[in-house]
């Protein structure tokens, strides 16, 4: 599982490779952190993603902010694999941001 945090508090637990985080306000900085966890622990936090959200007014729906439509943030650990899928960094698709 990964579990996303919020300017350091865990905002989501996950176990696929994307997580949605709500109740974002317009035109607010934040910082997320994404770690991997299974039952021998859990790994370090990866780098900080600091992004800023649009100014409103669009229903979420613009795309003028600079928020990126899709982040991949953090790594993967051997240790952390477990056998289970994961995505492999050179499948990340073109549209997506990697921090």
């Known amino acids: 599982e990964y579990r996303v945090y919020q300017g350091g508090t865990k905002a989501a637990t996950v176990t696929g490779t994307s997580a949605t985080v709500s109740g974002l306000s317009p035109a607010t900085a934040y910082s997320f952190q994404v770690s991997a966890a299974n039952a021998s622990g859990e790994s370090a936090k990866s780098a900080a993603l600091k992004v800023t959200t649009a100014a409103g007014g669009d229903n979420g729906g613009g795309t003028s902010g600079q928020l990126p439509a899709h982040a991949?943030?953090?790594?993967?650990?051997?240790?952390?694999?477990?056998?289970s899928g994961y995505t492999r960094m050179?499948?990340?698709?073109d549209s997506w941001d990697v921090i």
């Not at 991949?72 to 056998?83: D, M, Q």
């Not at 050179?90 to 698709?93: C, F, Q, R, S, W």
Request: aromatic residues 12%; hydrophobic residues 50%.
């Open 72 to 83: 991949l943030v953090g790594y993967l650990h051997a240790s952390f694999a477990n056998g």
């Open 90 to 93: 050179a499948d990340v698709p």
